[in-house]
């Protein structure tokens, strides 16, 4: 077990719990999860939870980038707020140039008005999971719209033959009702946080963005990034320098919940 704290736009202290295999810790998953992303190893799972400790709310969340050995060095790189018109194109180039697949939680808006984006984003074997619909903070409004927010967006996915497995609340805010309510709306799907945070929201210089990840980076890791919110421009280029990085350091990547 690694314990880190993670600085983000919303602060929240949590540990990483690795569980390799067919452990009593991933049974509460409906179905199970047979084979890890990369199709390497069977029945490869990595639980992240958030403990609730020291004000932290509590948070499951389910990530298969493991292989059989849960100290594998495998790392996942997320993008949210997207599909954008200027910045996912350009970041789908450059893991296409790389051979990386990655995972994209998206706006179900912004998936409405570049569905485009959306089916490349597909065709070129990234994940695809739900980021909500308008990037409300959950934690702070009604169940209602909670369950729209979740439920408009995986049934949009859904009508476009996309079945998510996970879902992002913006902010990384949640709590044990917004779980529920996710689990309820988006058809048993879970939360998925991160563990690493790139800081690209910030909009710090590209050296800075890959410090950021290179300095706590970690096997198991969940990267995030962002491709939409404005200029993207630093974040590409930063993803662009971090692939050999991370590959150099003896990094796989693979996609999430997928």
């Keep these: 077990m690694s314990s880190m704290k993670r600085h983000g736009p919303r602060g929240r202290c949590w540990r990483e719990v690795r569980v390799a295999g067919r452990s009593r810790g991933a049974a509460h998953l409906r179905g199970g999860h047979r084979r890890a992303s990369r199709r390497v190893a069977v029945g490869a799972l990595v639980l992240v939870v958030a403990l609730a400790t020291s004000g932290c709310q509590l948070a499951r969340t389910m990530v298969d980038v ?8 495998v790392v996942a790189l997320t993008f949210d707020d997207g599909p ?9 180039d450059v893991l ?20 485009g984006l959306l089916d490349r984003i597909v065709r070129e074997g990234h994940g695809v999971a739900n980021h909500t619909w ?15 927010e979740v439920g408009w967006t995986h049934g949009w996915l859904a009508g476009r033959g996309i079945q998510s497995r996970c879902v992002r609340p913006p902010y990384g805010a949640t709590d044990a009702r917004v ?19 790139s800081r690209d929201w910030e909009r710090p210089p590209v050296n800075q963005i890959v410090n950021n990840v290179m300095s706590r980076v970690h096997p198991g890791a969940v990267i995030l990034f962002h491709d939409g919110g404005g200029d993207r421009s630093r974040t590409v280029a930063a ?8 590959r150099a350091a003896g990094y796989d ?3 999430i919940c997928k």
């Design 253 to 255: 990547i693979a996609p």
């Design 239 to 246: 993803v662009d320098q971090l692939i050999p990085r991370l």
């Design 96 to 115: 296409r140039r790389h051979g990386v697949h990655a995972t994209f939680f998206v706006l179900g808006s912004q998936a409405e008005q570049h569905p």
């Design 84 to 92: 954008d018109p200027a910045n996912t194109p350009q970041l789908l």
């Design 134 to 148: 308008n990037h409300k903070r959950l934690t702070t409004v009604s169940d209602a719209v909670v369950a729209a």
């Design 179 to 197: 779980d529920r309510l996710i689990r309820r709306h988006a058809e048993s799907s879970y939360t998925m946080l991160w563990s690493v945070d």
């Design 66 to 73: 493991g292989a059989a050995d849960p100290g594998e060095r």
